[in-house]
Each structure stands twice: as C-alpha cells, then as structure tokens.
C-alpha cells in the first residue's frame, strides 16, 4: 500500500521527500517527531474543526510550506472556502497539488478548492481493506490499480459482466495479501467502467464516474464540524 501511495502519489506531482501533509483524524498510534521528520510529513487532526481551527489549519501549511495535501473533500473543502471568505491568496501557499481521498469529490467541491490553493486537484479512489483502488492521472481520468488488485465488475444482480457504461457493482481481489487473503470480496459500491483509452496514455482501466458512499455530516453544539470516520475509529 505505501508502493501504491507513492507511485500514484507521482501522478500528482508528488516525489519522496517533498513536503506534504494530511488533514485527517487521528487513531491508533501515530507516527513519532523523528520518523514524520524523515519523511517531511505534517500531519494535522481534524476530527473537530472550527473557524479558529482552520486558521490554525492556514497558517501551519503557509509557514511550513507544504506542497502537496492529502485530506477528504469535506475538510478541504471547510478549508478553501475559509480561506476564500477571508481572501487568503492561494500565492500565500506553496501548494503543487491537492489530492482527495475517501469521499465523492463534487465538480463544485474542486473548483472551489483550486481557487482556494491555485494548484490541481487529484481524486483518489481507496478503501481500508485495499488501499489505493484508483487514482486521477493529469487529465482527470480515475485509472484503476490494475497492478495490484483484480476487480470484477457484476450487475446489481447475478453474475454476468456488465457492459461498458452501466452502473455495476464490482468484487475485489487483492494480488498481494498475504495476511488476510481478500478473495472476491464485495466493498457495495458502484462504479462505471469506461473502456476508452485515456488521452494520457497510460492503459490501465478507467473508471468513468464512481457512486461513493456519502458520508453523514456532524455538527457539535458549539457549531465545529465533527468527523464522523473519527467518531467511527474512537468507538
């Protein structure tokens, strides 16, 4: 998965060493001072996120001079239109790129945050159980991790392949599992598969629109938005 990260990471104008940070919640055990510090990473809980927090949020990536930001669309997009309304402009940041994971990107939703941070905006497509299942090249196309899952694209019902075009469930197998093997396993989203070649000239499959799961929104009483895949892992 780290091989994913950084291969696709590249389509986005990411290499090794760059500055970067992700804006997500925090679980587990997280990464120590000196091993972030080896891998320029800033890393930035946002399981409550205020006004006062996406200050804080601005004034960090400014001062550290991040180039590329990982995070969800709902958070970056709490933080773009922060920086809008306080006419932030996006030559304060350093940013290269942006890369969205874990929830639908809206056409609106990236607008607003390349207005706010004057660089591109790369979707990614992921999973726990998977890692990186497809990723936004240049022109905006989500090729599919061919080189390490096998996907299978099913009708709602039976067990037929679908054609081109069609809104299709699909079962993963992962190639490189040795742990868990995860065989023909069935994630519930739907996707559409798009069989034209991509004017960027790589070949592996394109995902022609994907049907994520919405993640619900939670707001405190005090009015800071909550992040409920962080409610998720705490509980």
């Given at each position: 998965m780290r091989a994913e990260i950084l291969y696709f990471g590249r389509w986005a104008g990411y290499e090794i060493g760059m500055r970067h940070c992700y804006l997500r919640y925090l679980f587990g055990r997280p990464k120590g001072f000196l091993q972030r510090w080896l891998e320029n990473q800033l890393i930035i809980?946002?399981?409550?996120?205020?006004?006062?927090?996406?200050?804080?949020i601005r004034t960090l990536l400014t001062r550290s001079r991040t180039q590329v930001l990982i995070s969800h669309p709902s958070v970056l997009s709490l933080l773009a239109q922060h920086c809008l309304r306080r006419g932030i402009p996006f030559r304060d940041f350093s940013m290269r790129a942006v890369i969205s994971v874990?929830?639908?990107?809206?056409?609106?939703?990236?607008?607003?945050?390349?207005?706010?941070?004057?660089?591109?905006?790369?979707?990614?497509?992921?999973?726990?159980?998977?890692?990186?299942?497809?990723?936004?090249c240049e022109r905006q196309q989500l090729h599919l991790n061919a080189g390490s899952l096998y996907i299978e694209f099913l009708p709602h019902e039976g067990h037929r392949p679908t054609a081109a075009g069609e809104p299709t469930r699909f079962v993963v197998t992962d190639l490189f599992n040795y742990e868990m093997p995860f065989i023909r396993y069935e994630i519930e989203d739907v996707v559409v598969l798009d069989?034209?070649?991509?004017?960027?000239?790589r070949k592996s499959p394109l995902l022609k629109g994907g049907l994520r799961p919405w993640v619900d929104q939670i707001t405190s009483p005090n009015g800071a938005w909550l992040d409920p895949l962080g409610i998720e892992a705490m509980l």
């Open positions: 809980d946002t399981t409550s996120v205020d006004e006062a927090k996406l200050e804080k874990g929830e639908p990107l809206l056409p609106e939703t990236r607008a607003s945050i390349e207005d706010a941070f004057g660089c591109p905006v790369f979707d990614r497509y992921s999973a726990w159980e998977f890692g990186v299942i497809a990723s936004e069989r034209k070649p991509c004017p960027c000239g």
